[in-house]
């Protein structure tokens, strides 16, 4: 255990370590799918991953020039006694695997539930879920502005839960390579799939979630815990081989494959999801 607290604490120093999670994870995932794909690539994947890398590097660039906010968040909460696990005073496990699963309910599943019921939040998050070819660089493909607003509610999970700095480290490498995870187009057996999804959220939990029609797109909204979707009621099951990608108020591929065009997209006003009648029997 001090040997992994030593090494995440070190972590804020260590940008190629931070980078080789990030990009490391991608070509893993990326090999995989490519090898056991749930739908075969009928697009230019090399367009593809251009835009959706295109949009991780400005999160890096957001995250990296914000990075000050955040060590400063951690060390003003061990500095001065503050947040849920300082009060607390558990041991070091209690202490890391509760952190992990409140830094993640806030900081993740809080956040991303809010930005589906928040119009301007949505705004800068339908961009996310305009890829109709979801794999995993999708889950690096946030519009800047929709960065900063991640990167706020990891601010405010720290200043209420009160993680040392290693552990806020910690869970945003375990958060970074869970996106990577479960955006990926991988074919999974059913039995790994649900002894995964027991704990974690799976590529065929969190697919569901970008459905192009409600309510399947306001559903799944875990990253690293599963169990979140669970436990409010917001969980759904449905055959990932029946999904069609994408939003339904911007299938337009001139504006979902354009960086100019997503860019200006949550600036361009809010379209009104379309209502059905029917239950497609996903």
């Not at 914000?66 to 951690?74: C, D, V």
């Amino acid at each position: 255990m001090d040997a992994i607290i030593d090494y995440f604490s070190r972590l804020e120093h260590l940008p190629l370590h931070r980078g080789a999670y990030l990009f490391g994870g991608l070509f893993f995932f990326f090999l995989i799918e490519n090898t056991l794909p749930l739908f075969k690539a009928s697009y230019n994947k090399t367009k593809h991953s251009g835009l959706n890398i295109f949009f991780t590097l400005t999160t890096i660039v957001i995250n990296f020039a914000m990075a000050f906010i955040l060590a400063w968040a951690a060390v003003f909460v061990e500095a001065n006694n503050f947040g849920i696990l300082n009060w607390m005073g558990a041991s070091i496990l209690i202490c890391m695997t509760l952190g992990l699963l409140l830094m993640d309910f806030i900081g993740a599943w809080l956040a991303h539930y809010i930005e589906h019921h928040v119009t301007w939040m949505w705004q800068f998050h339908v961009i996310h879920h305009t890829d109709q070819n979801v794999d995993t660089t999708t889950g690096n493909r946030h519009h800047p502005g929709e960065s900063v607003i991640r990167f706020l509610f990891t601010v405010i999970a720290v200043l209420i839960v009160g993680p040392p700095l290693w552990l806020v480290f910690m869970y945003q490498t375990i958060s970074v390579i869970l996106t990577q995870f479960n955006h990926s187009n991988v074919k999974m057996p059913s039995w790994l799939d649900a002894g995964l999804r027991l704990v974690i959220c799976t590529p065929n939990m969190h697919r569901v979630h970008h459905h192009y029609r409600q309510p399947y797109s306001d559903s799944n909204y875990g990253n690293i815990f599963s169990f979140w979707d669970r436990i409010f009621g917001t969980y759904v099951v449905a055959d990932n081989s029946k999904l069609i990608y994408g939003v339904d108020t911007y299938m337009d591929k001139e504006i979902t494959e354009d960086i100019v065009a997503l860019l200006k997209l949550p600036f361009q006003g809010h379209k009104e999801h379309i209502t059905y009648k029917e239950d497609e029997n996903l």
